[in-house]
């Protein structure tokens, strides 16, 4: 079999080696891919986001069977105009990506079915906006920009002060673009972090092991956001107990909603959630695979990652089996000096051979790398690797990311220290 994976990122690295251990799957092509991706796969330098250069190249090279990861292609259609010339695809359609390409879609669908999450009001000019957080809105107050944002578009504000400038900046200014032309603005929530991530068919929902993203920059939960620092899985705060309750009162009413809604949603439905004193509430919905999530998740996978991922496009994952390892993994974020804030590109990465790290059982996601022609593989991206380890307990697996990482270095190299710290507490 021929497989296409869009997408060019760590977690797009996690899924191909976990599609390779498929021997049916003779070829492997990426769109864009990476560095370290080219080690695994055919990398062409088509943008994810390129419909018809993706598709073209999909009917070119006789793609049995496509994957596509990242959430704008998603939210775009690319997974309808695949089916439009006959190539079966991972991933929700246009239709049923709007889950996470509108927060108030989102945020609406939540209200009508009755699925536990942050109160809010939505907003589709700043002077009512400002009137709300005049009037005395409680605070601290969440402003969320509609639209997709790399990740960037939720501002806590603490003060009126704030919430007012990041309604100005969201919405007059457009930061984000059009994402900011209507805004949530909601509750703010506390409580633990849990990232689900879940194979649906569109009736059938089989959630994944539970994971743990480390979203601020720094130690402790300090500085600015990022895509996701570090990982681990399973999440020690998802009981048993939760994750019945979650299944109960968010998984399967979503699935329902989005099936009554006309919009059935196939393919990996991520459910970022909060474990508030009155039980656990979505904070958002993604309709993809996470990031740095993919990179603990997939390597406790026992089955196969292809049949299942068929299995969602066919309407069969009620009959096919999704096994886990009773093992945990971690997952150390290497990004570049600077990152979110801007960075450096160019920069000579050592430690690798072959974009990985001879005798270590450690795996290195590549995220943000470049093959040079002479060879020499450089940085290219704010996140630009993720050191996977996986061993049976949590602390041998934090242990072991780290010193494999401590084997790879470049100038500037940025890295959280406590990656898994807080979940190892809560052991
Ligand atoms: P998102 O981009 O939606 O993943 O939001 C980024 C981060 O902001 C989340 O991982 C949470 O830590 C935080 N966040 C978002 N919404 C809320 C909320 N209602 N209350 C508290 N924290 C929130
Ligand atoms: N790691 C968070 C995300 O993928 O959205």
Known sequence: MKLLVVGGGGREHAIIRKLKENPQVTEIHALPGNGGIASDAVCAP????????????????QIDFAVVAPDDPLCLGMVDALAQVGIPAFGPDKKAAIIEGSKVFAKNLMKKYGIPTADYQVFTDSKAALDYIRQGAPLPLVVKADGLALGKGVLICQTAQETEQAVHE???????????????MEEFLTGPEVSVLAFTDGETIQPMISSMDHKRALDGDQGLNTGGMGTIAPNPYYTPQVAQVCMETI????IRAMKAEGRPFKGCLYFGL????????????????????????????KSDLLTIMQATVSGSLAETPVEW????????VLASGGYPSSYPKGLPISGLVEGQLPGSSAIVYHAGTQLKE???????????????????????AIREAYAASDRISFQGLHRRS??????????
């Open 170 to 184: 969201i919405m007059d200014q457009k930061i984000f673009g059009q994402s900011g032309s209507q805004i949530v």
């Open 251 to 254: 998984f399967l009413p979503t």
């Open 274 to 301: 909060m474990l508030t004193p009155k039980g656990p509430k979505v904070i958002e919905y993604n309709c993809r695979f996470g990031d740095p999530e993919t990179q603990v998740v997939l390597p406790l996978l």
């Open 418 to 427: 406590d990656i898994g710290k807080r979940a190892l507490e809560a052991i």
């Open 325 to 332: 390892r009773s093992d945990s993994a971690c997952c150390v």
């Open 374 to 396: 002479d060879g020499t593989l450089v940085t290219a991206g704010g996140r630009v690797l993720g050191v996977t380890a996986v061993a049976p307990t949590l602390a041998e």
């Open 46 to 61: 088509i943008a994810a986001t390129d419909l018809e250069g993706v598709v073209d190249y999909a009917v070119t090279h």
